[in-house]
DNA sequence: TCTATTGATTAGAGCGCTCTAATCTTGTAG
DNA sequence: CTACAAGATTAGAGCGCTCTAATCAATAGA
């Protein structure tokens, strides 16, 4: 059997009460005491239970974290930001992943919940606004990646009009006049970048053409391929906006393809500045929407209310910024 | 506050003990009580507190997770992949990172046995032997791509030689002659994928070729550039054999930029098997170590454990598979 | 010398649950 | 009817800790 503190106070002389004192470096312990207990602890390698502590002080010092798609880096880079934070200020990550599916999603939330948590933070939830409702009730909820009207959670979003007119503005400054979006279809936050492109073209007096497609590189890659099939050459577009990364890889290949050069005949710009567009190799220009800054936005927030420091709502809502790199160049 | 079995009890108007029978939806409960006890925690929002389950009940149904590195896709997959295992088995993930720091490894392993958890899974860690012997006294510990000769811990490795043997034979099988490795220098399993690419060009009578690098896209670059500098035209390998994805990447990168055509005129097989590697952007030739395998019988090594059904060592050694796609051609 | 006063220490209740052993119901056989 | 087994229910202790209030020791002030 693993050391109790009643183990440690044995071994030292003095009560649990005191051991408890130490562990949680009271400073009302007299220095003799202290060195004693510690001494103890050490040599029966004991360590405070986690669980009993917190059952006993009724706080928690555990956050939950709900990731929608582990696998997506957008939200590894997030979980790890978040995981530096949380370690910094004490507390610890319990995670879990919905796998895209709202049932599932609905199951590992309620699984969070039973740790009874600290606070919790959603990572583009899919959920009904209902089921982060009951969330709400049980402890602070930050949302990443998805807006809500509830005045009991917080949300930090990335501003995909700005972003997307970053985009835009990009390719115009480079004389780019035919600029077709590759829309993300009904994946969180691509209705916002395509307003913002269309608005950005309409504010640069340009048609907005938007092809409707995915966020994945085989969505890029057919959605070109509609593109060249619509248009002659000559009228085919100059600059592509892509709805995210991957689309706008599957897009360059799809081009290459064709044996039109990037970015030479056609700009490609993608969005969320992956690690796949830092690669030398693709070199994407892409819109950056700082996961660190999202990261630490929501943990600050999240904390705030663990704290009762605050109880209004607070919405975030991040400029994106635009990182060039080598598929973009003069018309 | 939260309401407590206390409460559902009197509103049910039975004991608590029988609230925990029903919770645990034990047999021995009479079809009414058990109606009126699910009516009640229904109606007053009752849900189970974990943790003062796990201290009552001296069991644990949390499993920790050290992850080198989440921002590595290959242990975003093994996570992915635990974490449905662990859900379908009744067990929570608690995850946490060490990124890629002995130091901050061995704080985050402290932390998660202070949950006390059932067991503990080890993606690729960094910390010393002696650091996975202690917690190995503590609970089951299953390690990850990293090997040990403790008795007291499971592993559940890639066969790294025999990937690269696979790679080589694939090679030769293509009629090249003249292949080189670049090595992944320190990082895990690096040293293994060498010796196989060294035994495997041996067995067939070559001479391997191996050039120091590293697991990144800026290393597999500079390799290649060495490469380039070290060998005039006709004699430069024909055929290239990347410690990992990243790596190759960074290759084709190089060769291309020098004018070299993959594969007409170099192939380039990566190792891993990333998202990466299947973009068709790339179609990268490479090595796949299943992930969803390894996550398996990681689970099942630890479940077993912790259900006291095993206490001898297992030693789980995967062999790999090679996919073809399009890096790879005849010499 | 005696009482305040401050600081250090501890007893003991209790966090929300599980688990064992005891108690209370039934149904059935004698 | 009584006795008893089998099933259903509950009392109560205890998991490892925290926290309040009480106790104790030591110093200072009068």
């Known amino acids: 059997m693993r050391p109790t503190m009643e183990d440690v106070a044995a071994r030292a002389g003095v009560s649990r009460a005191l051991v408890s004192l130490v562990m949680r470096n009271s400073p009302k312990v007299s220095d003799t ?35 929608n798609d582990l696998r997506n880096a957008f939200f590894a880079d997030i979980v790890e ?43 583009s939830p899919v959920v009904p606004a209902s089921a982060i409702q009951v969330a709400a009730k049980q402890c602070p909820v930050v949302l990443v990646s998805r807006t809500a ?12 009009e700005a972003g997307s007119a970053l985009a835009v503005d990009h390719l115009v400054g ?12 009904g ?15 309409r504010g640069h007096g340009l048609e907005p053409i938007v092809v409707r497609s995915e966020h ?22 100059t600059g592509l906006v892509s709805g995210n990364d991957f689309n706008a890889v599957g897009a360059i290949s799809a081009l290459e393809e064709a044996g039109l050069r990037v970015p030479e005949d056609v700009s490609v710009v993608g969005y969320d500045n992956t690690s796949l567009a830092a690669l030398r190799h693709l070199s994407l220009t892409t819109i950056d929407q700082s996961r660190k800054d999202m990261a630490r936005l929501a943990f600050e927030a999240l904390i705030e209310r663990v704290r009762g420091e605050r109880t209004e709502p607070v919405r975030h809502l991040l400029h994106p910024s635009l990182v060039v790199r080598a598929t973009t160049a003069r018309a």
Chains 1, 2 share one sequence.
Request: no cysteine; aromatic share 4%.
């Open 33 to 67: 005491r202290r060195a004693a207990v510690l001494r103890a602890a050490e040599e029966l390698g004991y360590q405070p239970h986690l669980m009993a502590r917190s059952l006993a002080s009724r706080t928690s010092t555990v956050l939950g974290v709900m990731v």
């Open 81 to 123: 930001e978040l995981d530096t934070a949380a370690q910094a200020a004490g507390f610890d990550l319990i995670l879990n992943t919905g796998g895209r599916s709202p049932t599932r999603e609905w199951n590992a939330l309620h699984n969070l919940l039973s740790f009874r948590p600290a606070g919790i933070v959603l990572l």
């Open 149 to 160: 009207r509830a005045s009991t959670v917080d949300t930090v979003n990335d501003d995909g």
């Open 174 to 185: 480079l004389g780019h006049r035919r600029i077709a979006h590759l829309d993300g279809g």
């Open 187 to 201: 994946a969180a936050g691509a209705a916002q970048r395509r307003r913002g492109f269309e608005t950005a073209m």
């Open 216 to 237: 994945t590189d085989v969505g890029g890659e057919n959605a070109v391929r509609e593109l060249l099939a619509t248009y002659s050459r000559p009228d085919l577009p």
